[in-house]
């Protein structure tokens, strides 16, 4: 089943902060998050495999809870590069040899000057 | 590394018509992935490969074909196409099952069925 996320678009002012959800109705493995520009590729961002764990880059962190079978990416102090679709993709707790990655819908993300 | 490489990038094909759509990774990796993308609905699995000679179906098989006889190329079939045919078609790589690892994409196919 489709993983849902929110919002399905934001508009954000250079420097802004935004928070794009993932949520599942099925227990997790783990969650991944991509990121796609227009006419491209997705872009693999990070995955999270544990339970509350957060990792992340420069200015681009996610969290997951296992227990709530949810996911958030956080882009703080936003870049005009930060444009773009978002993706989580989820994959169920079927172990780590799953090749089960099921995709949301994406989040579209617009950074202005 | 190329990584992976996708062909052709854009296609149109006649209601009816067939063709092969080409996919090849140069890292060795044993799961691969055809995933279609429609727009506003994300990414689909058509089918997936965990190895040569072993293929099995993902969410959308239906109209479609695979076979995986080396570890470098999965090429995806398409029989007597049809309009609902027409989408993005991504394929991907991983090094294990995606559990615990990225996957890796393509630059994709635009197929346009007329």
């Known amino acids: 089943q489709q993983p849902v996320q929110s919002p399905q678009a934001v508009i954000l002012r250079e420097g802004e902060d935004a928070v794009i959800n993932c949520s599942s109705s099925?227990?997790?493995?783990?969650v991944h998050w991509y990121r796609q520009k227009h006419g491209e590729a997705p872009v693999f961002l990070m995955i999270?495999?544990?339970?509350?764990e957060q990792k992340g880059h420069e200015k681009i962190s996610a969290s997951f809870n296992e227990k709530k079978q949810q996911s958030s990416l956080y882009l703080t102090a936003s870049q005009l590069s930060y444009s773009g679709t978002y993706f989580c993709?989820?994959?169920?707790?079927?172990?780590?040899?799953?090749?089960?990655?099921?995709f949301g819908k994406g989040t579209k993300l617009s950074v202005i000057p | 590394n190329a990584g992976v490489t996708q062909t052709p990038k854009f296609r149109i094909l006649k209601i009816g018509q067939s063709m092969t759509l080409q996919c090849a990774q140069d890292?060795?990796?044993?799961?691969m992935y055809w995933y279609r993308q429609d727009p506003g609905m994300g990414l689909k699995l058509i089918y997936y490969?965990?190895?040569?000679?072993?293929?099995d179906k993902g969410e959308v098989p239906n109209g479609y074909n695979v076979s995986r006889s080396t570890t470098e190329d999965f090429p995806l079939r398409l029989e007597l196409a049809a309009p609902s045919q027409t989408s993005v078609y991504f394929c991907?790589?991983?090094?294990?099952?995606?559990?615990?690892?990225?996957?890796?994409f393509g630059q994709g196919t635009r197929l346009t069925v007329v």
């Open positions: 991907a790589s991983s090094a294990q099952g995606v559990g615990n690892t990225e996957a890796f």
């Open positions: 099925k227990a997790l493995y783990s």
């Open positions: 999270l495999l544990k339970g509350g």
């Open positions: 993709g989820t994959v169920p707790f079927s172990g780590a040899g799953s090749y089960q990655l099921t």
């Open positions: 890292m060795n990796h044993n799961y």
């Open positions: 490969s965990v190895g040569a000679g072993i293929t």
